[in-house]
């Protein structure tokens, strides 16, 4: 591999990282929002999530052509770019692999956590509704470890995906 082409991917990776880094930001910004209830700002950041993951795309599509420009752009892999990098770089893309790989374990945390906060808050409503209209027979919210316990009464809500 050539040294311009390892300069190429190097600065690849740090774009990469960077919008991983603004990825993680917009998840902790939509956690915010869900416990604002700010729609609002929850529709720009929906915008901002799928801006940045299809720029991460395009970088993918872009190492791929900087690594082998025969390689099919969907059968890109990361390792296999790793796998590649010369023996004298192979520490500093190291650090760089391993940074990607934290952003993106702390983004699924993230995201995760923001999907069960969106069940969670539909399912008390649903059961304060199912309450309310006398549809729910269970006769307590929560459980003893302080989790909403489901009463089997009907969905009047749900999470759209």
């Known amino acids: 591999m050539e040294a311009f082409t390892v300069d ?31 729609l609002n700002k929850l ?30 752009p969907d059968a890109f892999n990361l390792n296999l770019v790793m796998d590649l990098i010369p023996e004298k770089y192979t520490d500093k893309f190291k650090k ?16 995760k956590q923001n999907i069960l906060y969106i069940d969670d808050s539909l399912e008390f409503l649903d059961e304060m509704i199912s309450i309310i209209t006398g549809e729910s027979d269970s006769g307590y919210i929560y459980n003893d470890r302080c989790h909403f316990n489901k009463s089997g009464s009907r969905s009047f809500l749900a999470r759209e995906v």
């Open 96 to 111: 760089l692999y391993l940074r990607i790989l934290k952003l993106k374990g702390e983004i699924e945390i993230l995201r």
């Open 43 to 72: 529709w720009g950041i929906s915008k901002e999530k799928d801006e940045i993951c299809a720029q991460i795309k395009s970088i993918r599509r872009e190492m791929s052509v900087a690594v082998n420009p025969e390689n099919e």
């Open 8 to 38: 190429t991917i190097e600065k690849l990776f740090y774009k990469k990282i960077m919008l991983y880094n603004d990825l993680l930001y917009c998840f902790e910004e939509e956690r915010k929002s869900l416990i604002r209830i700010d």
